[in-house]
């Protein structure tokens, strides 16, 4: 390793020594950042589908479809389609609009 006197350091690594020191004023992931990162690896869940859904139709469609590709399981397709038909599309919570995601992290 290269030996270097700490003003040496700090004149050609003015950046790094104020971090080093503690004398950095950021700490933690920028705004950006941490938005950029705040959805990384969510995998929406079939309520998440749904809540993306118009008509009740659309959403019949959705279950459908989670449950033939075995994303949901027959049973719990079969609660969705009962809260579908006695409480109504929106007890799943209010719509989910095109740029959700991207808003909700406020990239939009």
């Excluded at 700090?10 to 941490?34: C, F, H, Q, V």
């Excluded at 990162?37 to 959403?59: L, N, W």
Aim: proline content about 4%.
């Amino acid at each position: 390793m290269v030996e270097m006197e700490s003003e040496e350091f700090k004149k050609k690594y003015p950046n790094l020594w104020r971090e080093i020191m503690g004398e950095d004023s950021s700490s933690g992931p920028t705004t950006t950042e941490a938005h950029q990162d705040m959805f990384r690896g969510y995998i929406p869940t079939a309520v998440d589908y749904i809540r993306r859904c118009k008509t009740s139709e659309q959403a019949e469609e959705t279950i459908s479809y989670l449950e033939k590709t075995e994303q949901v399981t027959a049973e719990y397709a079969q609660r969705l389609r009962v809260q579908l038909r006695i409480r109504g599309l929106r007890s799943f919570g209010p719509r989910k609009k095109e740029g959700h995601y991207l808003r909700e992290a406020g990239l939009v």
